[in-house]
């Protein structure tokens, strides 16, 4: 069994910064790609960044230059670390792994999501 906790939303005022942790569970062999998806009220869900298993990163346009993805690997943790939050960043964060276990055995796992609100 593997599991994926996220921690670390709330709510922020514009311009302030937040920091969500995943912690992935169980397992498991390796982690190959874990990211942070989001999605607001009304709208569909949407990638924000993501990091490999070599440290390779990607991020939305939307998001550059404020968020930054880095890991633990020794803790099996990702982190997203938020800046310069706007009101346009409000919505409930995801987290998924894609993360290989059991030896042979291989998913794709998501976190329950914590909320993030940007609001003055």
């Known amino acids: 069994q593997v599991q994926v906790v996220e921690s670390g939303g709330g709510l922020v005022q514009p311009g302030g910064s937040l920091r969500l942790s995943c912690a992935a569970s169980?397992?498991?062999?390796?982690?190959?790609?874990v990211g942070w998806y989001r999605q607001a009220p009304g709208k569909q869900r949407e990638l924000v960044a993501s990091?490999?298993?070599?440290?390779?990163?990607i991020y939305v346009d939307s998001v550059k230059g404020r968020f930054t993805i880095s890991k633990d690997a020794a803790k099996n943790t990702v982190y997203l670390q938020m800046n310069s939050l706007k009101p346009e960043d409000t919505a409930v964060y995801y987290c998924?792994?894609?993360?290989?276990?059991?030896?042979?055995?291989?998913?794709?796992?998501w976190g329950q999501g914590p909320q993030v609100t940007v609001s003055s």
């Open positions: 169980g397992s498991i062999d390796i982690i190959y790609v």
């Open positions: 990091i490999s298993s070599g440290g390779s990163t």
């Open positions: 998924n792994a894609d993360v290989q276990y059991n030896v042979l055995q291989r998913r794709s796992v």
